[in-house]
């Protein structure tokens, strides 16, 4: 016995959290899926709306057309049809679609995603055959000026500068660009989730590329958002595929929502923006080396500004996808997936180098571009998806398990079914 330890005393610091989810492979094959339909154009762009309220008065109906169809242009048209295909391929994977992400604060930055629920408060009348669950997917970076002008903001900024009405660590800084396009449509995501938050439903954050930084981000906040407001923390986990690296340590450690983070092959997006430590390693021998040798001034003004950056760097439990034949025929990719092993948790980067590396030389290519599609982690998650559950849909085979285990524990079998003891 430890003498200087007062066992359990700190009663109010001994409970803990039921509904922060563990990790499921069937769920990251869920969200993944969910991930690629955010990307789906349903929204009518609210630059549009905000545009044609500006102007109705002034403008011309020709003028406002014009506008129209150049913005349509650049942001996808919003078609009526578009959106109810989307609700139907939701529907057969038991999802509601709550809404879909709108900017409030006047400030266009093209962030788009999904709100979906199996347990919809304004139809209770739905009927889907998964538990009650909140899904918030943010889309990720597609082929729009908006878009680049986010990826490429990444000086760092303190997050409460835009995401404010939470607390933030002191030393916290976060990528510049995905907290200006959290904070463009944090207001009315705030307003579609408390109620279901309220309810103690749990809520899944996920998102592709630019997305998955996104959902982080929106875990960060949203947790402490939750605590100081309702009482509770009902987000249950974050799951974000081939996601940039969102801030620094000191921010990424506040996060005690569980996040999962794969990463296919050789997608290059994680590895985005760049760590500063090696950077800052080199430096450091340099400034060692002074004492030795005598380097011009602008040397030292270099190293001053190097050893002065803050690191990004990534938070979670990481999923790397293995590499896999480079071939266009998703037949043969997924003859190879039913064998080979496909996935590995928490790999150390020597591990993901020298996997990457032996797949080029016998390979003699690099697919950096199709790596990163979401496509290929929705391909390579079916089937570890699978493997990992072969027996989850053979209901006889269930049965018979149950059955013979029922048969070799009578006891606890009767005890599990009558919810009473019973004496041997």
Known sequence: M?????????????????????????MAYLLAQVSSLAYKPIEVPQLVADSIRAGAEEASVNSLLQLLAKIQACY???????????????????????????????NYTDTQGLVLTTRPLDNPGYKSPL???????????????????????????PPGEYLRGVTWPRGAVAHAGFTEGLASVVAGLEEHLKPYAARDYPIFFTGHSLGGALANLACLHFEQLFRSEIG?????????????????????????????????????????PPEA????????????????????????????????????????????LLPVPDTSSVEEMSA??????????????????????????????????????????????HWWTKRQNADQGDTVKQADTRKNWRELNPVAAAEAVEGAPVEP
């Open 76 to 106: 996808g048209a919003a078609d009526p049809a578009q959106r109810e295909a989307l609700i139907g391929e939701l529907d057969r994977g038991g999802l509601y679609l709550v809404d879909n992400l709108k900017h409030t604060d006047g």
């Open 2 to 26: 430890n003498k200087h330890i007062d066992y359990f005393s700190d009663r109010q610091h001994l409970s803990f959290p039921g509904n922060r989810a563990p990790y499921s492979d069937r």
């Open 131 to 157: 538990p009650p669950l909140v899904i918030v997917a943010f889309r990720g970076t597609e082929k729009s000026w908006a878009d680049v002008k986010t990826d490429l903001r990444f000086n760092m900024v």
């Open 232 to 272: 509770c923390n009902p987000i249950a986990a974050c799951y974000t595929f081939g996601a940039p690296r969102l801030g620094n340590a000191a921010l990424m450690g506040l996060c005690k929502t569980p996040v999962y983070r794969y990463v296919n092959a050789a997608d290059p997006v994680p590895k985005l």
């Open 277 to 320: 430590y090696w950077i800052k390693f080199g430096m450091s021998l340099l400034k060692g080396m002074g004492v030795l040798f005598s380097f011009p001034r602008w040397v030292h003004w270099i190293q001053r500004k190097v050893l002065g950056l803050r690191s990004y760097c990534h938070q979670g439990s990481v999923r790397f």
């Open 336 to 381: 190879h997936l039913k064998t080979a092993p496909s996935l590995v948790a928490n790999p150390s980067t020597g591990f993901q180098v020298t996997s990457l590396w032996s797949y080029v030389l016998r390979r003699r290519k690099m697919r950096f571009v199709k790596d990163h599609s979401i496509e290929n982690y929705i391909i390579k998650l």
